[in-house]
T-cell receptor
Framework: DGGITQSPKYLFRKEGQNVTLSCEQN?????MYWYRQDPGQGLRLIYY???????QKGDIAEGYSVSREKKESFPLTVTSAQKNPTAFYLC????????????FGEGSRLTVL | AQSVTQPDIHITVSEGASLELRCNYS??????LFWYVQSPGQGLQLLLK??????LVQGIKGFEAEFKRSQSSFNLRKPSVHWSDAAEYFC????????????FGQGTTLQVKP
């Protein structure tokens, strides 16, 4: 089945450590997105990429980095510069021919101790 | 500024009762509008979308939504709620630009009483 796979589902890290969240899709979608979800704040866009080797900052990019070396993969690194990294992170993708809806993975919950 | 407002943070309805979740948006161009549902600890699933044409759109699980341009609203409705509908619901707006970025509301948590 086609879909988006995020891993790990749960991750615990100490303060000051960088962590990388994986996002892989086999939908052949060109565009991929990372959102952060906090209680009562909805989803906020971190980074997005519309094509391999290119990506743009979203609304809350500070303290995060991404890469897009392959069409299927869009990993997110939460760096030690991110002041409040504990959150639920959602990866999404979109085919350029569809009418704008995003397809989401199951999410990764990061807890920084 | 582009934004989405869901005025109700939490709603409780009895099973079998009707449901309406409110969504208001601010968007400078022709909007594409979406409703997503999220179960605890899970990703988001698309319920329905509006991008043109008939302003009343039907979605999955018996949900429908009506686009009212004059009121900048896109309210979600269901005639009879089931206990399995308990979840968090998000309204989102995007546009016809190629970036595909969606702006999400804060979400409404639906609780269903037996």
């Amino acid at each position: 089945d086609g879909g988006i796979t995020q891993s790990p589902k749960y991750l615990f890290r100490k303060e000051g450590q960088n962590v990388t969240l994986s996002c892989e899709q086999n939908l052949n979608h060109d565009a991929m997105y990372w959102y952060r979800q906090d209680p009562g704040q909805g989803l906020r866009l971190i980074y997005y990429s519309q094509i391999v080797n290119d990506f743009q900052k979203g609304d809350i990019a500070e303290g995060y980095s991404v890469s897009r070396e392959k069409k299927e993969s869009f990993p997110l690194t939460v760096t030690s510069a991110q002041k409040n990294p504990t959150a639920f992170y959602l990866c999404a993708s979109r085919g350029l021919t569809n009418t704008g809806e995003l397809f989401f993975g199951e999410g990764s919950r990061l807890t920084v101790l | 500024a582009q934004s989405v407002t869901q005025p109700d943070i939490h709603i409780t309805v009895s099973e079998g009762a009707s449901l309406e979740l409110r969504c208001n948006y601010s968007y400078g161009a022709t909007p594409y509008l979406f409703w997503y549902v999220q179960s605890p600890g899970q990703g988001l699933q698309l319920l329905l979308k509006y991008f043109s044409g008939d302003t009343l759109v039907q979605g999955i699980k018996g949900f429908e939504a009506e686009f009212k341009r004059s009121q900048s609203s896109f309210n979600l409705r269901k005639p009879s709620v089931h206990w399995s509908d308990a979840a968090e619901y998000f309204c989102a707006v995007g546009g016809s630009s190629n970036t595909g970025k969606l702006i999400f509301g804060q979400g409404t948590t639906l609780q269903v009483k037996p």
